[in-house]
């Protein structure tokens, strides 16, 4: 069946440094692949997306990067902040049928000061 | 606009009762969702639903049932609870942007504890 992997599952940067967090998945269908923010008891959020007809989206100092061909896909941060301390998740879904969306399994952020 | 909700926000079980974890939202989304949340783990897909009227199963179903009630509502019955479905369950909905590409909106998430 369908699967994201997600690495690393723990990642720790000094402030103000890039931070990297990598998925790949299994589902040649897939076309959809958003990421999430989810700060502790909370609930998850959507950050940034990116569709395959695209192969890298910035927002800020987010970016993402879709290589389809090779199946994995990357979220970037730059110049890191004590806010984006979180658990990261990744996830891919086929847009035509715009139900099954799978999740990684999870990258535990820590900023150092 | 109160998004999605659920409830209860918490409850403890016993081994062998049985619940429904109830979810509604007012966005008019096709799409709801299940999913489950052990600690210190991703998201789990346990059932979704496309749309009224239909349910598929995700990664994880045993164990659980669903009903599509009507657009608005989703729930998810535990028929024989098992210390094994203690987790945090998340209800979420999806809105269709345009045509390739939607958002994933969550519910605030209902702590369940099987003793």
Not at chain 1, 69 to 78: G, M, N, R, V, Y
Not at chain 2, 42 to 63: F, H, M
């Amino acid at each position: 069946g369908e699967n994201v992997e997600q690495h690393p599952s723990t990642l720790s940067v000094q402030e103000g440094d890039s931070a990297v967090i990598k998925c790949t998945y299994s589902d040649s269908a897939s076309n959809y692949f958003p990421w999430y923010k989810q700060e502790l008891g909370k609930r998850p959020q959507l950050i940034i997306d990116i569709r395959s007809n695209v192969g890298e989206k910035k927002d800020q100092r987010i970016a993402v990067t879709l290589n389809k061909t090779a199946k994995h896909f990357s979220l970037h941060i730059t110049e890191t902040q004590p806010e984006d301390s979180a658990v990261y998740f990744c996830a891919a879904s086929s847009y035509s049928s715009a139900s099954k969306i799978i999740f990684g399994s999870g990258t535990r952020l820590s900023i150092r000061p | 606009n109160a998004g999605v909700t659920q409830t209860p926000k918490f409850q403890v079980l016993k081994t062998g009762q049985s619940m429904t974890l109830q979810c509604a939202q007012d966005m008019n989304h096709n799409s709801m969702y299940w999913y489950r949340q052990d600690p210190g783990m991703g998201l789990r897909l346990i059932y979704y639903s496309a749309s009224e009227g239909t349910t598929d199963k995700g990664e994880v179903p045993n164990g659980y049932n669903v009903s599509r009630l009507n657009k608005r509502e989703f729930s998810l019955r535990l028929e024989s609870a098992a210390p094994s479905q203690t987790s945090v369950y998340f209800c979420a909905s999806t809105l269709k942007l345009g045509t390739s590409s939607y958002e994933q909106y969550f519910g605030p998430g209902t702590r369940l504890t099987v003793t």
